[in-house]
């Protein structure tokens, strides 16, 4: 799989038993807005959610560490992700918080991540 996939490549692979779709979408804790609320008002056909919040070791002083492996991977399972898996992150944040989720899945040894040209919001203007 290539490092970014169009809309249009995910909207073909939709349904595809291997394929999970992941909306990676963070904010900032001012920023007003509610990335598990906007998650719930609409994503992408069978898309879970990565609280990238909450995926981070509780045990550090400093914001926004890496988790503990086992923390990750008890996450990812609940998920749904795991060997196997062909995974395509998007978001909605002004970060571009899906390369955060990319670079966690890589660092953790998924093989085949992508990111979703233009996110959600491409995804949206398609009509799709």
Same mark, same amino acid.
Request: charged share 20%; no cysteine; proline share 5%.
């Given at each position: 799989?290539?490092?970014?996939?169009?809309?249009?490549?995910?909207?073909?692979?939709?349904?595809?038993?291997?394929?999970?779709?992941?909306?990676?979408?963070?904010?900032?804790p001012?920023?007003?807005?509610?990335?598990?609320?906007?998650?719930?008002?609409?994503?992408?056909?069978g898309?879970?959610?990565?609280?990238?919040?909450?995926?981070?070791?509780?045990?550090?002083?400093?914001?926004?560490?890496?988790?503990? !492996?086992? &923390?990750? #991977?008890? %996450?990812?399972?609940?998920?749904?992700?795991?060997?196997g898996?062909?995974? $395509?992150?998007?978001? /909605?944040? !002004?970060? &571009?918080? #899906?390369? %955060?989720?990319?670079?966690?899945?890589?660092?953790?040894?998924?093989?085949? $991540?992508?990111?979703? /040209?233009?996110?959600?919001?491409?995804?949206?203007?398609?009509?799709?």
């Amino acid at each position: 799989m290539e490092l970014v996939v169009s809309t249009e490549w995910l909207a073909n692979e939709i349904g595809a038993s291997d394929l999970r779709v992941v909306d990676a979408t963070w904010f900032m804790p001012d920023a007003g807005r509610n990335a598990q609320a906007e998650y719930e008002g609409g994503h992408i056909p069978g898309a879970v959610f990565m609280d990238l919040q909450e995926l981070a070791d509780a045990n550090s002083s400093l914001p926004n560490t890496l988790p503990p !492996p086992e &923390k990750f #991977a008890s %996450r990812m399972q609940s998920l749904g992700l795991g060997d196997g898996s062909r995974i $395509v992150v998007y978001d /909605d944040s !002004p970060f &571009k918080s #899906a390369t %955060r989720a990319y670079w966690m899945l890589t660092l953790f040894g998924a093989h085949d $991540v992508a990111i979703l /040209d233009g996110g959600i919001a491409k995804w949206k203007a398609e009509g799709r």
